[in-house]
């Protein structure tokens, strides 16, 4: 079992920037590839980024490529999500989640998941 708890979300200004952390607890961390996902209201589930088990391949999704960058900290059984330049089409739970095998991008792939943190952003 892995346990993730996701923080850093809140209200921001449109342009403005968030960091969310996700800590994990339980297994060996850095087995795991990692990824962040956002669902806004009436909207499917959507993958924003993923990072593979040591920090050296990332992927982004295309609206949020140029303006988030994920990285981790096996240390710290910790991976982040630096949101700069949000926008309120951002507006969403971000949700982290880990994967045994990195690379795919279906939701179903990833085994465990956190609660989520609101992310707000206001134009």
């Known amino acids: 079992q892995v346990q993730l708890v996701e923080s850093g979300g809140g209200l921001v200004q449109a342009g403005g920037s968030l960091r969310l952390s996700c800590a994990a607890s339980g297994r060996t961390f850095s087995d795991y590839g990692m990824g962040w996902f956002r669902q806004a209201p009436g909207k499917e589930r959507e993958v924003v980024a993923t990072i593979n088990w040591s920090g050296s391949i990332t992927y982004y999704a295309e609206s949020v490529k140029g303006r988030f960058t994920t990285s981790r900290d096996n240390a710290k059984n910790t991976v982040y999500l630096q949101m700069n330049n949000l926008k309120p089409e951002d507006t969403a739970v971000y949700y982290c989640?880990?994967?045994?095998?990195?690379?795919?991008?279906?939701?179903?792939?990833?085994?465990?998941w956190g609660q989520g943190t609101q992310v707000t952003v206001s134009s």
């Open positions: 989640a880990a994967q045994r095998i990195w690379g795919s991008l279906d939701p179903r792939s990833f085994m465990y």
